[in-house]
């Protein structure tokens, strides 16, 4: 009895510790981020709850992105408006008038380091409303450090991340998107608590960028945060740092 209570106790203190370290390397982390926005969309209050979340753990300013058009139900009818405008982008990505029209956008990126894009799924695409937002900015989103949390009931986002990469290829992708859905959404705070570490975020002390994850370490990934192609060469990640592979 008293080996496992001693096992208990020494289990306790690795777990409490465990924690604590997780926590202090978080707040080590956060406080060396450079200046941060996060752009956000939100229909149902999903994403502005995680948003919510996120500014509890971070300093970032916070953009709402908002359609032109007010008291549109995207949802209605099977969803046959939703599906009508992401139809018509993917018809014609590259014409402006593709997408749907959102009101101006007042703040100014170029203030910026880093760019949190939250925004949530529709039909295994990314929100056209947030689209329009990455379409109009993607000038001035260039060389500037984007991560992203997606909102889900339950599809996966590989779509959304697609259409990311397609709107801003120009960008340096901090790390994997965290995907939350109707089934962890609850648990929001430690998700972001978890994931914020694995980010690859510009630093506001040496102005490049620093990873502080054991995620990684095993596979190597693009500046893009997807996993690399064996033989790729170039700038990728590897580790935790950027290593150049010639």
């Keep these: ?57 971070i300093t970032a300013d916070q953009l709402e992105i908002q359609p032109a058009e007010k008291g549109l139900r995207y949802e209605a009818n099977n969803y046959a408006l939703g599906t009508q405008l992401l139809n018509a982008i993917k018809a014609n990505p590259n014409d402006a008038s593709s997408y749907p029209a959102i009101d101006p956008v007042t703040v100014s990126i170029d203030d910026y380091q880093n760019i949190i894009i939250v925004t949530p799924l529709w039909w295994s695409q990314m929100a056209a409303i947030m689209q329009t937002f990455l379409f109009q900015n993607r000038t001035k989103l260039a060389g ?41 959404h609850s648990n929001r705070n430690s998700l972001i608590e978890n994931w914020l570490p694995t980010q690859d975020f510009q630093s506001s002390t040496t102005g490049i960028s620093h990873v502080k994850s054991d995620v990684k370490k095993s596979k190597v990934y693009t500046l893009q945060g997807t996993l690399a192609l064996v033989g790729q060469k170039g700038i990728v990640i590897k580790d935790g740092k950027k290593v150049a592979i010639k």
């Design 1 to 57: 009895m008293r080996h496992f209570l001693l096992f208990m106790t020494a289990l306790l203190l690795t777990c409490c510790s465990s924690d604590s370290e997780v926590k202090a390397e978080t707040n080590q982390y956060q406080a060396n981020m450079a200046k941060t926005l996060i752009v956000y969309y939100s229909y149902t209050g999903n994403c502005k709850a995680i948003v919510n979340s996120l500014a509890s753990q």
């Design 144 to 184: 500037k450090t984007v991560a992203m949390i997606v909102s889900s009931h339950s599809s996966g986002i590989s779509g959304v991340v697609a259409d990311a990469q397609r709107l801003l290829p120009n960008v340096t992708w901090a790390g994997d998107a965290l995907w939350i859905n109707a089934s962890n």
